[in-house]
């Protein structure tokens, strides 16, 4: 694997890469991440992987500064999954004078579920993609569906801004118990950590009970947000939207995703389940 700090070493590096697919991850990685290079290992000649820790997306009082950063276990994990080429850049190689041009994702989508919690997050997460997406110009660019707002938004993106790009996304990896892998379950006590899964058997129960017909949406919603509460979490949403665009649901909607956001201690903790 060859490792770049720099755009125009990356670029020289792809001139000849046949079919690219690209990962862009914030490092600090686990098996979600890991999943996801080997589904670009079998769909490109060539696999990208990208570390940057982008803190146009990081609110002033988030963890940006403490964000874990693992960078030589991330080398060894992405050699050892086949990832060819790894760009980590720094932040003047990313940004060499203040970002002027942001991409702006409309109202609708970005400002709802954890964009109404995160004011400004989707703006910085779209804008570094874009900039990736540009930087490596792959064919293919690779996204967990556990962070499923994002997915939604970069999609959205590449389609009305006519990237000649295939966005494709991974199944959220789980751990034994059901809680979706994530950089930040580190932050969680061990009390905490067996709480967890509870975000994740919520959502499950409020999926079967709409497969089975129940589509009392808010009274789901509120039944789950309840238990957290009950169990000392603090949600910030528990929400049935439809899977393209996250918006309201009808009763007569297909096609829906069940999300979920809430703190547990000090910890954010996101998740959803398509249904």
Same mark, same amino acid.
Request: negative net charge; hydrophobic residues 40%; glycine residues 8%.
């Given at each position: 694997?060859? =490792?770049?700090?720099?755009? +125009?070493?990356?670029? +020289? ?14 490092? $600090? ?5 890991? &999943?996801?290079?080997?589904? +670009? ?12 820790? !982008? ?30 080429? *790894? ?9 060499? /004078?203040? /970002? ?35 930087? %490596? @110009?792959?064919?293919? &660019? ?13 999609? !959205?993106?590449? #389609?009305?801004? !006519? ?20 950089? #930040? $379950? ?27 017909? !129940?589509?009392?949406? %808010? @009274?789901?919603?509120?039944? %789950? ?13 528990? &929400?049935?939207?439809?899977? =393209?665009?996250? @918006? *309201?649901?009808? +009763? ?7 999300? &979920? ?10 998740? $959803?389940?398509?249904?």
């Amino acid at each position: 694997m060859r =490792i770049h700090s720099t755009i +125009a070493c990356l670029r +020289a590096a792809l001139d000849d890469g046949g079919r690219v697919a690209l990962v862009p991850t914030m490092g $600090n990685l686990h098996e979600g991440h890991i &999943a996801l290079m080997r589904q +670009a290992r079998e769909a490109a000649d060539t696999v990208v992987a990208t570390i940057f820790v !982008n803190r146009l997306q990081f609110r002033p009082g988030e963890d940006f500064e403490s964000y874990p950063r693992t960078f030589s276990a991330d080398c060894e994990k992405l050699e050892a999954a086949g990832v060819d080429h *790894l760009f980590a850049p720094d932040e003047k190689e990313m940004y060499p /004078q203040p /970002q002027g041009y942001h991409v702006e994702p409309p109202i609708e989508q970005a400002g709802i579920l954890d964009g109404e919690f995160r004011p400004g997050h989707f703006r910085g997460v779209a804008t570094v993609v874009m900039k990736l997406l540009q930087i %490596a @110009q792959p064919d293919l &660019a690779l996204f967990g569906k556990k962070d499923y707002q994002q997915l939604m938004i970069i999609r !959205n993106m590449v #389609r009305e801004l !006519n990237l000649p790009i295939e966005i494709g996304a991974g199944e959220t990896v789980r751990a034994t118990d059901g809680l979706a892998l994530s950089s #930040r $379950n580190g932050y969680l006590s061990e009390a905490e950590r067996a709480e967890a899964p509870r975000l994740f058997r919520l959502l499950t129960q409020a999926a079967e009970a709409i497969r089975a017909g !129940n589509r009392h949406f %808010a @009274q789901l919603e509120r039944e %789950a947000s309840d238990e957290l509460v009950r169990h000392g979490w603090v949600p910030d949403y528990v &929400a049935v939207r439809k899977r =393209i665009d996250l @918006q *309201l649901p009808t +009763a007569h909607d297909s096609g829906l995703v069940v999300l &979920a956001a809430a703190r547990l201690g000090s910890t954010r903790l996101i998740d $959803n389940l398509e249904v």
